[in-house]
């Protein structure tokens, strides 16, 4: 599944800002590539790889000459030397893990001291989730069934298919984690999501601006030197 236009923005506009350079970059939850390739332009990757469960999606990554290899990331140990990597990143991918701590613990065991790694997803603490469960609704980007789209209100639902979101974090949450695994918070960037109905767009915008209320979380860590 693709990165959403707002969230590709995000994580560019993130690595843009602290100048982020990278020889040899790893992109997990690769896709079809089409955004690993993008960061790879930016930071002027010359080694790109990419791993995914999806093996249609490998495929597709594979055209476009990303180096690929089929990963659970729950599970599995990354086929990759200790110190290895320049940047990693995970774009909209956690919240489709039971659990993060085999991504966290491999992603700081292959990234080089010094790296950088980015994740994005969803925020479960954001202001219209905060708002929604006051309301006694389902907090968005949760999802009880794979059949049915339940428990939000009528004008806010977005779900067109069953997205596989089964592990959503606040930010605090996040941060939390990355610090327990030895990463160094270096910055956050809330998303805003570009809200269809007027006012609601306006606010979304404000409060991305506070990144433990933005509808969505971009972070950029890193492996101490």
């Known amino acids: 599944m693709s990165s959403p236009p707002v969230t590709r923005h995000a994580v560019l506009k993130l690595l843009k800002k602290h100048n982020v350079k990278a020889y040899r970059y790893l992109d997990l939850g690769c896709g079809d590539g089409n955004f690993t390739l993008e960061i790879a332009n ?21 055209r476009k000459d ?14 990759f030397p200790d110190n290895y990597f320049d940047l990693v990143t995970a774009i909209e991918i956690v919240e489709h893990l039971r659990t993060v701590d ?8 292959v990234l080089r ?24 609704y389902q907090p968005m980007h949760t999802e009880p069934s ?18 596989g979101h089964v592990n959503l974090m606040t930010v605090k949450a ?10 160094v918070i270096v910055d956050k960037q809330g ?11 306006v606010i979304d915008r404000f409060f991305s601006k506070i990144p433990s209320l933005a509808h969505d979380i971009a972070i950029l860590a890193q492996k101490p030197p």
């Open 191 to 201: 998303i805003h999501w570009h809200v269809k109905y007027g006012v609601l767009d």
């Open 42 to 62: 930016l930071v002027e990757a010359r080694e790109i790889v990419g791993v995914d469960i999806s093996e249609q999606a490998l495929s597709l990554a594979q």
């Open 146 to 163: 794979k059949r049915y789209h339940v428990g939000l209100p009528r004008g806010v639902r977005e779900k067109s298919s069953y997205a």
């Open 66 to 79: 990303v180096k690929t290899f089929k990963v659970d990331l729950e599970n599995d140990h990354l086929p």
């Open 102 to 109: 085999n991504l966290l613990m491999q992603t700081f065991r």
């Open 113 to 136: 001291p010094g790296g950088f790694f980015v994740i994005a997803t969803p925020n479960l603490g954001s202001w219209i989730n905060r708002l929604l469960l006051l309301l006694g």
């Open 174 to 183: 996040l941060c939390s984690l990355l610090k327990v695994y030895n990463f």
